[in-house]
């Protein structure tokens, strides 16, 4: 009996396209190119990036860096982060970034490295309506204080790290469903699923109900390529990369 023959490109389920999604997807890098084809790029609703990402791609000169970029990411939400581990400097530090231009988000971390929290500091640069996006969150009792913190009135994303929560061989799911309860009384607020690890977590985000996810740019294409294909397309299309590779080797046995 002869075989159905798969087609000749991978077929996509519609229902696992990333355009079907709810949650916005950002993009999280600190590469120039990578930034600025995603910003070009429909599909992509926003952009994050760290001081970690920034110092990976070799970046010397952070503002120069940030204006650089915000002369082409000129309307979608972007995220530049502080970088002092003192609340006074990160309050300047805040309020000069957010100066830069009217779609930036500060990223301020919940605490700084002596584990004091950075509350405080976000109810006051809240209350000034500075647009804030509080990073590096992985418990419950951070987000309650996050939002008793906020300003209903100003937009603010809350990332909370759910990659890293699953490292530790915790399902995020839960606390991020929890995390979505516990922000119903900040409107402008939106919950942002971080630190993920493989193109499955950008679906976990929409079903549990995330406004937002933020994504590596090397998932990013992955997912973009991946998402939704055809499984036994994508078995032939693996099977072919073996062969490929075997012969640009030159294997013998």
């Known amino acids: 009996m002869k075989l159905p023959q798969p087609p000749d490109s991978l077929s996509v389920d519609m229902d696992k396209t990333l355009a079907a999604l709810k949650v916005k997807i950002f993009a999280d890098g600190a590469d120039r190119a990578g930034i600025l084809s995603l910003n070009a790029n429909p599909l992509i609703r926003g952009l994050t990036t760290n001081p970690t990402l920034m110092r990976k791609a070799g970046i010397k000169d952070y503002e120069a860096f940030a204006k650089d970029i915000l002369g082409s990411v000129t309307s979608k ?5 502080v970088f002092s581990d003192e609340f006074n400097e990160m309050r300047r530090q805040a309020l000069k970034i957010a100066s830069w231009q009217k779609n930036v988000y500060v990223k301020i971390p919940i605490t700084n490295t002596r584990a004091e929290s950075a509350l405080p500091l976000i109810a006051e640069l809240a209350k000034e309506g500075v647009k804030l996006n509080i990073t590096a969150i992985l418990t419950l009792e951070q987000v309650r204080g996050v939002a008793e913190s906020l300003n209903p009135a100003v937009a603010s994303v809350v990332s909370v790290f759910a990659g890293r929560i699953a490292d530790t061989g915790r399902d995020p799911m839960p ?4 995390s979505l309860a516990l922000l119903n009384g900040q409107p ?3 919950l942002l699923w971080a630190s993920v690890r493989e193109v499955l977590n950008i679906f976990h985000a929409d079903q549990c109900g995330c406004h937002v996810v933020t994504v590596p740019h090397d998932i990013l294409g992955k997912a973009m390529k991946l998402a939704g294909m055809d499984l036994g397309a994508l078995s032939l299309d693996t099977v072919k990369m073996f062969a490929q590779d075997a012969l640009a080797a030159g294997f013998t046995v």
Request: hydrophobic share 40%; charged share 40%.
């Open 175 to 178: 606390l991020m469903r929890e």
């Open 188 to 190: 402008k607020a939106e």
């Open 77 to 81: 939400p972007i995220s530049f982060e």
